[in-house]
């Protein structure tokens, strides 16, 4: 009865036990994410690419001007080939209305509207996206673009 008791025991930690180790990387990934876009929002670029894996794979929506160097392979590649890019293209450039959720397997799904300015032509552009994290050891490893069409 004693080894019945045991075998119990260890087989609810095993479901109960994973399902907190879950809660908490979903907590984990979340708050990796939502601070990465707070790092955004105050321009502090050096947090935002600490929050990277050195590794990371990093893919432009293919509809983006930005999508002519998919696959950006390293914090550095998206700071000049994305970021840069942005700051000299756009005036005001913010990301607003952020939603998180947590997808599992270690990706959290961001819907967000981009709010900027075109400097060429001085148009005020809103538009819909979507942002796809993927999340290792604490580390942003892949990151994809859904880039919505159009003014909205």
Not at 58 to 75: M, R, V
Not at 80 to 94: A, T
Not at 121 to 136: F, N
């Amino acid at each position: 009865m004693k080894t019945l008791k045991i075998n119990l025991f260890l087989f609810a930690f095993a479901i109960f036990g994973s399902a907190y180790s879950q809660e908490i990387n979903t907590d984990q990934n979340i708050s990796i994410v939502d601070g990465l876009y707070k790092s955004f929002a105050a321009g502090d670029i050096p947090s935002v690419l600490g929050a990277m894996d050195a590794n990371i794979v990093w893919n432009e929506s293919s509809c983006s001007s930005y999508a002519d160097g998919n696959p950006y392979k390293n914090p550095e590649a998206v700071l000049n080939g994305v970021f840069k890019r942005i700051g000299e293209d756009s005036e005001n450039f913010k990301l607003e209305n952020i939603q998180l959720v947590e997808m599992g397997d270690n990706k959290v799904l961001a819907s967000l509207n981009y709010n900027f300015i075109a400097k060429k032509t001085g148009e005020k552009i809103l538009t819909s996206v979507i942002h796809e994290w993927t999340i290792d050891n604490g580390k942003i490893t892949a990151f994809q673009q859904y880039l919505g069409l159009g003014k909205q």
